[in-house]
């Protein structure tokens, strides 16, 4: 039986706020809106043969996580505009908390897991499923990130 | 705040609305959307008008029920369903000249995938209804070759996909009544008067508030 899709249009609408949020801690408010842009394009280009129509917040997100995968690749090929490059960026963080560019620089299974748990607030149960693996994974994950964010950061 | 990785829900939301109009323009160009969906203002209430590469399948008055209009064009037709002004604009621009009275014939290309096979031929028939007339049910069922078969036809008609531009608003009783309309009957008054098909009545006016 064929999947029931709901309309593209209710996607976005359903999940733009989540996966902005999302960008944001993953690839950084100057970059946030261009990944997005790659992030639904690619959604919509593949939707009529995505077969989670259940779990489409889910689905769009592992998008966006990929996406955000490849902006970071590019980035690093490419020299990174920082005024000392030697001292990573993340050290010149504001009292405001983690930086973006220390959740970004993070290993992305650590990313993800602190950005799923801590940055949008999703269960250890979810953010298993969104990085398809066990929940002593995601804790592990997700402890060894802030751990080292604060190593960063302290 | 910039600078930091966590931002509120009301800044990612108002954010991302103005990301997600722009991903809709480029989800246009890149030629990724298969069913664009816009809305125009129009005197019989706001008009959502749904738009393929086949041509125009849908137009919903404002209290028809959208979201199920919406569904049924991503169940039937494609998922790919996006808001996107540019592929509806020949639709609107017709519209709008019906409206104004500068238009008697549409010229647009119909997508007529949402239509049931005997809604098909019921509408066909009623397509060939000329501006500024009127028809009976029983002389469409006549037309179609199933002479006792006019309230079938009256129920093919009030499934139009397409209304006002698939002139089912000029399909009334065989004593003069307008009977009924799926988009209301003020509705089907309003565009007879339109069209000159019915003698206007003091004190009509487009309506704001439901019948």
Known sequence: MR????????VLEDTRGTVYRYLVAAVGREHADDVFQETYLAALR?????????????????????KAI??????????????????????????AGEAVAAVAELPQRQRDAVTYRHVLGLSVAETAE??????????ANAYQGLKSLKGKIA | MSGT???????????????????????????????????????VGELLVAVTR???AAIAFDDDSRDELVERLA???????????????????????????????????????????????????????????VTTYGTIATRIGHPSAARAVGAALGSNPIPIVVPCHRVIGAGGKLTGYAGGLHRKE??????????????????????
């Open chain 1, 3 to 10: 999947t029931r899709l709901p309309p593209f249009e209710s």
């Open chain 1, 46 to 66: 593949a939707y009529p043969r995505c077969t989670e129509a259940a779990r489409l917040d889910r689905w769009v997100l592992r998008i966006a996580s990929r």
């Open chain 1, 70 to 95: 490849d902006h970071h690749r590019r980035t690093a090929r490419a020299p990174i505009p920082v005024a000392d490059p030697p001292e990573p960026a993340a050290v010149t963080v504001e009292d």
């Open chain 1, 130 to 139: 969104l990085m398809e693996c066990s929940p002593e994974t995601v804790r």
């Open chain 2, 5 to 43: 990785p966590k931002i509120s829900k009301a800044e990612a939301d108002a954010a991302s609305r103005v990301a997600a109009d722009r991903f809709r323009l480029a989800a246009d160009e890149d030629g990724l959307v298969d069913v664009a969906i816009a809305t125009m203002p129009s005197p």
């Open chain 2, 54 to 56: 086949r041509g125009l």
């Open chain 2, 75 to 133: 169940d039937e037709l494609s998922p790919r369903v996006v808001e996107a002004a540019r592929p509806t604009d020949e639709t609107r621009r017709e519209l709008e000249e019906y409206f104004a009275g500068s238009r008697e014939r549409f010229e647009l290309r119909l997508d007529r995938r949402l239509m049931h096979p005997f809604a098909k031929q019921v509408l066909a028939a009623t397509a060939r209804v000329p501006f500024g007339e």
């Open chain 2, 190 to 211: 309003y565009l007879l008067e339109l069209e000159g098909a019915m003698a206007p009545r003091l004190g009509t006016e487009p309506w704001t508030s439901t019948s």
